[in-house]
């Protein structure tokens, strides 16, 4: 069994940074890939990031690319999003998501098999 359980979410000024985290219980070998996608009010599911547990391979949408930064620790298989610059239209829930290692296009969110309940990200002006 796969547990993903998100925090860090909080209110945060424009401007600011916040780091999210992703604890992933259960088989390392089914977390092999993790990623991060968010959903604003009214809006589709957006990728984020994602990195590979093997090489360390990232991938950014282009939206939050110079400004996030994703990071895992392979020890305690905690994947982490790390937000700077943030802006309001970064306001969103944070959903973290994993799966096996294998082909397909990590940015797409129907390639993933487990998913956390997500955390509030609300970034004010």
């Known amino acids: 069994q796969v547990q993903l359980v998100e925090s860090g979410g909080r209110l945060v000024q424009a401007g600011g940074s916040l780091r999210l985290s992703c604890a992933a219980s259960?088989?390392?070998?089914?977390?092999?890939?993790m990623g991060w996608f968010r959903r604003a009010p009214g809006k589709d599911r957006e990728f984020v990031a994602t990195i590979s547990r093997s090489d360390g391979r990232t991938k950014y949408a282009d939206s939050v690319k110079g400004r996030f930064t994703i990071s895992r620790d392979n020890s305690e298989n905690t994947v982490y999003l790390q937000m700077d610059s943030l802006t309001p239209e970064d306001t969103a829930v944070y959903y973290c998501?994993?799966?096996?290692?294998?082909?397909?296009?990590?940015?797409?969110?129907?390639?993933?098999?487990?998913w956390g309940r997500g955390t509030q990200v609300t970034v004010s002006s």
């Open positions: 998501a994993a799966r096996p290692r294998g082909s397909g296009d990590y940015t797409v969110g129907r390639q993933y098999n487990y």
């Open positions: 259960g088989h390392a070998s089914l977390t092999s890939i």
